[in-house]
């Protein structure tokens, strides 16, 4: 089964080798997603990164 993908302009406030700690503007719902599952994308906007992930795990995270 292949999963949609979708993409959504995130700030990345903590990376470590395996995992980045993200928000879409409420740092007080911050999530962190596994880099295995995810994409980053230079915005060209200070800060803010475009994340392509799973639209499962986007839904289980709470980011949409």
């Known amino acids: 089964m292949r999963s949609n ?3 959504i302009d995130v700030e990345v406030t ?3 080798e395996k995992a980045v700690l993200v928000h879409t503007g409420d ?3 911050s999530v962190w997603l596994p880099l295995s599952q995810v994409e980053l994308h230079d915005t ?3 800060g803010i990164e475009a994340v ?3 639209e499962w795990l986007a839904t289980e ?3 949409i």
């Open 27 to 29: 740092k007080e719902k």
């Open 5 to 7: 993908l979708t993409e």
């Open 44 to 46: 060209g906007i200070p």
């Open 61 to 63: 995270k709470g980011l």
């Open 14 to 16: 903590h990376r470590t």
């Open 52 to 54: 392509v992930l799973p």
